[in-house]
């Protein structure tokens, strides 16, 4: 059976200072929050993940999202530098947790890149180029992985925070997508399967194995998934909502 690691973070006391782009700063119930991400946690878990928790970050307030500090294949591990400064940072921790499993790899100044912009599709990689990934972070990208064989693929996001907030991969050569937040023509060759239009955020889901780890919010968009057979395990992650976190953002998952 193929084992996979998961990094994640307990979330950090300051998180009521998180970064904010695109939605209105909400009261975040700190206590409500870990006992979500607990659950969250717990059901990578359960779902054959082995969990590696890293403690809270203090004074970090987004290190919860761990997705963001790397990128993950199985080749190497690369390094990212977040966009906002707010959150570079975060970064030394994860390498070092990463450290074990892979060779590491750095994504250097002044490219900026966060791991919620780089959506992988086999050895297709599509990266969104948002207020926090540049130009110089696609090349940076290039120039790591191509030598592995990915085609590296940039693609304008500037309606929302990431790529992926626009469209994850939920398998089977199949994105779940909000046509709103990504030109739909760049992904010629995959299926793609609408998000309902009243859940603009609902774009956001985390395959693992034969599963779909989906907000419990986003009730019409997983009866999409689940009438075209995608089998769906909701979590409720409605506080780290309130800091535009969602499913993917959690966790670092990869074969060990
Ligand atoms: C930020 O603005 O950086 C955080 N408040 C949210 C990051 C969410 N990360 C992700 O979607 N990969």
Redesign the pocket.
Known sequence: MQMLTAITREISPAIAR????HIERQPIDYELACAQHRAYVQCLNHLGCEVVTLPAEPDLP?SV?V??AAIVLDEVAIITRPG?EM?RSETPSIEEALQPYRPIERIDAPATL???DVLIVGRTIYVGLSQRTNEAGLADLHRILAPHGYTIRGLPIDAC??L??ACTHVGRKTLLINRQWVDAGAFAGLDLLDINEDEPDAANALPIGDAIVYPAAFTKTRRCLEDKGFKVVPVDLSELAK????V??CSLIFRS
């Open positions: 998180c970064a904010l782009t987004d999202f997705e963001d906002h959150r966060d791991g919620g925070l990431h992926k907030s800091a535009e976190g969602a993917t953002c």
